[in-house]
Nanobody
């Protein structure tokens, strides 16, 4: 099992920045992909960004150029720097990791962007 603890959510005005962090613990060997998804009520959870153990990143089109994902494999953490935030970025953000064939999720952290 992998446990994930997120931090860094909150309320920010449009155009502002937030940084989310996620720390993984437990059976952390062989974690290959780490990333972030988000979800708003009534909608499916959607990809925000992922990063592989080799450093390859993938971003949703809606956040390209504004968000940056990074990973510290030595500390088993993944972070998401969110700049130029928009009201439509408001959601619960979930940290996720893929270990071998299993996916694990954090409890989520709320990000609210006011207009």
């Amino acid at each position: 099992q992998v446990q994930l603890v997120e931090s860094g959510g909150g309320l920010v005005q449009a155009g502002g920045s937030l940084r989310l962090s996620c720390a993984a613990s437990g059976s952390i060997a062989s974690i290959n992909v780490m990333g972030w998804y988000r979800q708003v009520p009534g909608k499916q959870r959607e990809l925000v960004a992922t990063i592989t153990s080799g450093g390859t990143t993938n971003y949703a089109d809606s956040v390209k150029g504004r968000f940056t994902i990074s990973r510290d494999s030595a500390k088993n953490t993944v972070s998401l720097q969110m700049n130029s935030l928009k009201p439509e970025d408001t959601a619960v953000y979930y940290c996720t990791v893929r270990r071998i064939i299993s996916n694990y999720w954090g409890q989520g952290t709320q990000v609210t962007v006011s207009s």
